[in-house]
Nanobody, 125 residues
Framework: QVQLVESGGGLVHTGGSLRLSCAAS????????MGWFRQAPGKEREFVAA????????YYSDSVKGRFTISRDIAKNTAFLQMNSLKPEDAAVYYC??????????????????WGLGTQVTVSS
């Protein structure tokens, strides 16, 4: 089992940037796929970005493509989400998650078996 802890959320103005981190701990090194999802009040949890841990292949939702960048530091077992040009509609609780698979689509939350508690991102207009 892996434990995931997000950090880096906060309040930012429209057009600003934030960098989220997801530190993983546990007995085994990370493998599979790391993903970021977000959930705004009254809305369903939605896919944001994911990275295949070994290959580095990345995936993005259309709403964040070109503005957000997912990356990982294998040595530190940490994933990052660099968020630029933030918009009010990006405001949500952001969760990182781990899927042991490198085959299943990374865009479906149900495929991920470990989740962090989330970090709040607020974007003021």
């Amino acid at each position: 089992q892996v434990q995931l802890v997000e950090s880096g959320g906060g309040l930012v103005h429209t057009g600003g940037s934030l960098r989220l981190s997801c530190a993983a701990s546990g007995r085994a090194s990370i493998s599979g796929t790391m993903g970021w999802f977000r959930q705004a009040p009254g809305k369903e949890r939605e896919f944001v970005a994911a990275v295949r841990w070994s290959s580095g292949v990345t995936y993005y939702s259309d709403s964040v493509k070109g503005r957000f960048t997912i990356s990982r530091d294998i040595a530190k077992n940490t994933a990052f989400l660099q968020m630029n040009s933030l918009k009010p509609e990006d405001a949500a609780v952001y969760y990182c998650a781990r899927d042991r698979s490198t085959i299943a689509t990374p865009r479906v939350a149900a495929n991920f078996d470990s989740w962090g508690l989330g970090t709040q991102v607020t974007v003021s207009s």
